[in-house]
């Protein structure tokens, strides 16, 4: 199961060091987690630096891609499928080894319907909690929802989780709905100020028993 950081700004190098597979830089200059002009530092193999963008223009997303060394798009505006395809497209050409990933806000009167047309235009989903911002807001959507979730392209699970939520993960983890969950996204419950994160409150949701119980299912 994969273990994505988002929102990183002031030590993602301490971060790193915890093994997460996923390092998300945001690239939007409506939220104080703006990375941009600041440097990614060296990250090991195993771990790759997601960009997070808004409504950016392709060729601006492109820029970023090579400046710091991106192997993952996350896309978290209200990007079309249209224009999800078309860059899909051009990454397969120009950077085959970039992953793609669309994020939907999940709320009241949600469709899973409305996915379709992107099926084929990105390598992951992402399930977010709508809220005032794109991301970030700290507030965790009903998972029940999932129940609907009629595809079998692979998600990320994220909106306000926290180190509390480790009971609520296992019980999730457990259902069909989580069939197709890749892993867990976290942002701002783990957070000292918008940007850096809680070392200690992470490595203490590194030991929840969801870890050890994917791995032994994994193998």
Same mark, same amino acid.
């Given at each position: @199961?994969?273990?994505? /950081?988002?929102? @990183?700004?002031?030590?993602?190098a301490e971060? @790193?060091? &915890?093994?997460?597979?996923? $390092?998300?830089?945001?690239?939007?200059?409506?939220?104080?987690?703006?990375?941009? !002009?600041?440097?990614?530092?060296?990250?090991?193999?195993?771990?790759?630096? /997601?960009? /997070?963008?808004?409504?950016?223009? &392709?060729?601006?997303?492109?820029?970023?891609?090579?400046?710091? !060394?991106?192997?993952?798009?996350?896309l978290h505006?209200?990007?079309?499928?249209?224009?999800?395809?078309?860059?899909?497209?051009?990454?397969?050409?120009?950077?085959? +080894? /970039?992953? $793609?990933?669309?994020a939907f806000?999940?709320?009241?009167?949600?469709?899973?319907?409305?996915?379709?047309?992107? &099926?084929?235009?990105?390598?992951?989903?992402?399930?977010?909690?709508?809220?005032? $911002?794109?991301?970030?807001?700290?507030? =965790?959507?009903?998972?029940?929802? &999932?129940? +609907?979730?009629?595809?079998? %392209?692979?998600?990320? $699970?994220?909106? !306000?989780?926290?180190?509390?939520?480790?009971?609520?993960?296992?019980?999730? #983890?457990?259902?069909?709905?989580?069939? #197709?969950?890749?892993?867990?996204?976290?942002?701002?419950?783990?957070?000292? =100020?918008?940007?850096? %994160?809680?070392?200690?409150?992470?490595? =203490?949701?590194?030991?929840?028993?969801?870890?050890? +119980?994917? =791995?032994?299912?994994?193998?």
């Amino acid at each position: @199961m994969k273990f994505k /950081v988002c929102g @990183m700004k002031f030590n993602p190098a301490e971060v @790193m060091e &915890l093994g997460p597979d996923y $390092l998300g830089f945001i690239f939007w200059e409506g939220t104080p987690r703006d990375f941009t !002009g600041r440097e990614i530092p060296e990250l090991p193999e195993n771990t790759k630096a /997601v960009g /997070v963008f808004v409504n950016e223009s &392709l060729e601006n997303i492109f820029d970023s891609i090579e400046e710091y !060394g991106l192997k993952g798009v996350q896309l978290h505006g209200q990007e079309s499928a249209e224009y999800c395809f078309e860059l899909y497209e051009r990454i397969q050409k120009e950077a085959p +080894e /970039v992953q $793609l990933i669309k994020a939907f806000a999940i709320g009241p009167g949600f469709s899973f319907e409305s996915l379709e047309g992107y &099926l084929e235009a990105c390598h992951y989903f992402l399930f977010d909690t709508r809220g005032a $911002l794109p991301g970030g807001n700290g507030k =965790r959507f009903d998972w029940e929802q &999932l129940r +609907e979730y009629p595809y079998e %392209k692979p998600y990320l $699970l994220s909106g !306000g989780i926290g180190e509390n939520d480790c009971d609520k993960l296992l019980h999730f #983890f457990r259902t069909p709905q989580a069939e #197709f969950c890749l892993g867990i996204d976290v942002n701002s419950k783990f957070e000292i =100020r918008p940007g850096e %994160k809680n070392i200690k409150a992470l490595k =203490r949701f590194l030991k929840c028993e969801i870890w050890k +119980e994917k =791995r032994n299912n994994e193998h």
